[in-house]
């Protein structure tokens, strides 16, 4: 049975940071994936300003997902409308892997930049000094890096698909809950 929005106490709701949160990382994936997906069709004069807008918003992503992180910590969620345990089994495991896959992801992009010997700086305004400097290990940092982002397309395109079926088959709030 649907519950209107507005019969929803604050409880149900997660905190206003964590919302934000949300979907400004939310909003920053929808332009990094797709600027990190066509860097190599582009022509070398545009390449670096496609890498510049990848990399600073992939790295920004990076911390806002930190802060992410703490305010779930520090905020436990609401709790879900009632669910099958299989399905509340699936929703955390798909969350847990987002969470990681968005933190690690960034990481090991900055790596391998590092490693291909490209000092990140970041937006223009900080160069991020390299952990580990120019290194053999650069191909395999991109192909995890590369890995990662296929996968973080994936675990995103699952948890539209749980959105859609929570708002629209079974009409309960849980969109109601991140908005």
Known sequence: MAVPYEHLSGAWRYPAAARA???????????VWPFGMVIKFIKDDAKTGFYFVHESFGFLILWLMLARLAVRLINPPPPRPPLPLWQERIATLNHVLLYAALIAQPIFGFLATNAFGFPLSWFGLVTVPSPIGKSPLAPTLMSVHVFLGWSILVLFALHIAGVIHHHVIRRDPTLQRML
């Open 21 to 31: 949160l949300h979907w400004l990382i939310a909003l920053l994936v929808l332009v």
